[in-house]
């Protein structure tokens, strides 16, 4: 695995995970769970926050609350498309072999939802000069 544990904070954007060539496992968790996937107190540079819960190959030896977390497990293969919701922590791991995914990312009205919720539990996942700007991109159309 490439990545641990995860959840993209700074854009509070959906993904669509495409996969290009190969597999991977994947294990999603709404963030609702994140007290109990053992979150780390790095971040990226683009502020997504890491957890060290291992959902891939259910080590609850290591990390027991996991055990006691709604976890969502699949696959997705060569010509999938998979949507991972704002705020979601998620881990994708390959197997039989190497693969290639590329995530596109999507903002929309849910979006802006997820960042009032965390600026008003004073979170340090969003800055709130950023969600002022993303309800500035509200009021646009596009004909």
């Known amino acids: ?3 641990p544990a995860h959840q993209h904070g700074f854009d509070l954007s959906h993904g669509f995970q495409v996969m290009l060539q190969g597999a991977k496992k994947v294990v999603f968790w709404p963030y609702s769970e994140k007290e109990n996937l053992y ?3 790095i971040t990226t540079e ?3 926050e890491i957890y060290f819960a291992e959902g891939i190959h259910h080590r609850f ?3 027991p609350s996991m055990g006691l977390t709604k976890a969502y497990e699949g696959e997705v293969k060569q010509g999938d498309i998979m949507f991972v919701p704002c705020m979601g ?3 994708f791991e390959s197997y039989n072999g190497s693969s290639l995914g590329i995530r596109f990312s999507h903002q929309d009205k849910y979006s802006i939802k997820c960042a009032e ?3 008003s ?3 340090t996942t969003i800055q ?3 969600l002022k700007y993303m309800k500035t991109l509200k009021s646009i159309s596009i004909p």
């Open 1 to 3: 695995r490439a990545y």
């Open 39 to 41: 979150k780390s107190s």
């Open 46 to 48: 683009n502020d997504e």
């Open 61 to 63: 030896d290591l990390f």
């Open 89 to 91: 922590i998620h881990v």
């Open 117 to 119: 919720d965390l600026v």
């Open 121 to 123: 539990e004073n979170s």
């Open 128 to 130: 709130y000069d950023y």
